[in-house]
């Protein structure tokens, strides 16, 4: 073996100082400057210095702890078994590790149980229950003592203080996660907020920061709960044997479990689960960073033991980070539609969530200067989801390095250098530019067109700046005479005549879009599809809107003075109202009134009156997408006609396909029965097929 160089040693040290000071910041402060990401990525590289060279192991290391010493104020309580922590895998390559660790471990080769559960992002607990009597709660603290939190836990309205059911052990721990619920987190955020308090930055710094309040009233008010996801000693009782049955004793018991944890079998298994959680993730009410694998044999868990702070029979699975670190290396300002000016920072790229991100937004110019964000800084990203990549805060460099100034806001538009206004009330800084704007026109346009919208396919970003700088549109409406000037059209850059007429041929279709739609596509501000929705059932017509006061818009349902005076303003704008009028000049289109649009089955239930097929394996089950098309209306039926609308095709499809062809049924592939489902492409637009 090796020798460290005096430089392993140096970062050995290093680390472990790092890792105690983010411990401490994350435990007992609740305030942590780093990311979860960060932190592991330190974490990880400590773990491998130290299996590189054992002799350098230290018995204090953070490798060799849990969290940090308990808080001064609280009392101590001892655990009666140690709390210990979970090692961490990120691919299946570790899951595989780790499934081949636990069966070389028994020393057997057959199938093995897991309960897989979704890993919790709150703080653990234990609590100690006498006779079925709540009798103490203490956080993990180092693992083998933590603070005495009786008092603060006893406020959770889920926890039984009192066990139900019978058999209770003489003592008993049980661990648990307590956590605080997203939407009561922003609901609670908001409130301190509007009351001028100190917000938090996450559920689980809320969730921690209310725990560890001294005084329990503050605990109660606030939303906290909790599930129990495992046991510390027992004493006179037995416990099933299996980690399944014990958490339904659990729940016998009165005490909240998870309800989203399963059995499941070998490294496939595992894999499964986590890709379903991984995708459910967002849904889920509270935050959940990963999935644990347990074994759940309660004897082969014991057989197995533990290695340092970890038990073998267990391990997390963590989920790509949304939390990321990275470096600010410009900030841009980007014009919106309305004219907005958002502050964009563009980054050194990093993996985030999963994918690689290069831009992060910074909202607007008023958040930028309360996160004190500045080129050169490192920050910290979040992606979450299906969202938009943001700068959640500024990562201070210890220590700190010269920065850059703010970047003010502008006075003029940087795109078109009209004034930028920001009445006193509002947030957002605007171009006041309007359609004179080509950032504003641009966008206009690129809404217009997009898949809530309008739904004109090929006409994104780079086709409608191209368009612009041409000359050949100068705003929506001019769109409906592109077909007139289609020999232009070819000679632009790069545009074949296949491509010129598909663009032709969206254009064409979207005069089917109804008046809701219509709305919404006009990019009125604060009118998005719902209000589009109530403004068009209210109304019915386009002329009935737009003869509208504002006394007459605050009549509809969620419409409020903002909205209505957005509506009228857009109305009677020089600007916008001329476009308006020409758009509804436009030949054979649905979008002037609802009874126009009532002549075509779209709406509520847009496959009434069609009869539609299905042959093949789809990704859901075949009951699934029955229930589905014939909760749109349609009739599911197992015979092809000349009736049937269309052919929904599988998998391994049967005989139906040359079927359907022969009687000239429209055919639709996976990928467009799905957009059939979630409505963005209409029936309309699947032509029957030309009978061969
Ligand atoms: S079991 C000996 N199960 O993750 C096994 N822990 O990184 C101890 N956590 O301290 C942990 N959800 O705070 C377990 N379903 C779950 C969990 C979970 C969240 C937390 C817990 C633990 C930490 C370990």
Known sequence: ???????????????????????????????????????????????????????????????????????????????????????????????????????????????????????????????????????????RGDGLEGEDVTLQVRTIPALPLKLTGTHHPHRIEIRAEVFMPRALFEKMNAQLQRQGEKTFANPRNAAAGTLRQLDPRITARRPLTLFCHGLGGVEGGALPPTQAEIIQQFSLWGLPVCPESEVTTGVDGCLDYFTRMAARRHELPYEIDGVVYKVNRVDWQEQLGFRHRDPRWATAHKFPAEEVETLVLAIDVQVGRTGAL???????????????????????????????VRPGDTVLIRRAGDVIPEVVRRVPTLPEQPRSPLIPCPTHCPVCAAPVIKPEHETVARCSGALSCPAQQRETLKHFASRRAMDIEGLGEKMCAQLLQSGLVTSIADLYLLHTRRDRLIRLERLGEKSVDNLLQAIDRSRKRDLARFLFALGIREVGEQTAKSLARHFGTMAELMAANVADLQGVADVGSVVAHHVQTFFSSPQYRPIVDQLLNVPDTHWASIAAESMIPTTRQPLTGHTVVITGNLSMSRQEAKNRLESLGAKVSGSISKKTRCLIVGSDPGSKVQKAKDLGVAILDEAAFMKLLSGTIPLEDHAPENPS
């Open 1 to 139: 073996m090796n020798d460290p160089t005096p430089d392993e040693i140096g970062r050995l040290h290093q680390l472990r100082s790092l890792l105690r000071e983010h411990n401490d910041r994350y435990h007992r402060q609740d305030d942590p400057i780093i990311s979860d990401y960060a932190y592991d990525q330190l974490f990880q590289e400590l773990v491998a210095l130290e299996e590189r060279f054992p002799e350098q192991i230290d018995p204090d290391s953070p490798t060799r702890r849990v969290g940090a010493r308990p808080l001064e104020q609280f009392a101590t309580l001892r655990h009666g078994q140690p709390m210990l922590s979970l090692s961490n895998r990120f691919s299946p390559r570790d899951v595989i590790d780790f499934h081949r660790q636990v069966t070389e471990g028994l020393g057997i080769d057959e199938h093995i149980d897991y309960h897989a559960e979704p890993k919790l992002d709150g703080l653990a607990i234990n609590l100690t229950y006498v006779h079925g009597i709540l009798e103490t709660a203490a956080t």
């Open 342 to 372: 958002t502050p964009v920072a563009r980054l050194t790229p990093v993996q985030v969530g999963g994918v690689a991100v290069t831009n992060a937004t910074l909202h607007n110019f008023e958040e930028m200067a309360r996160k004190d």
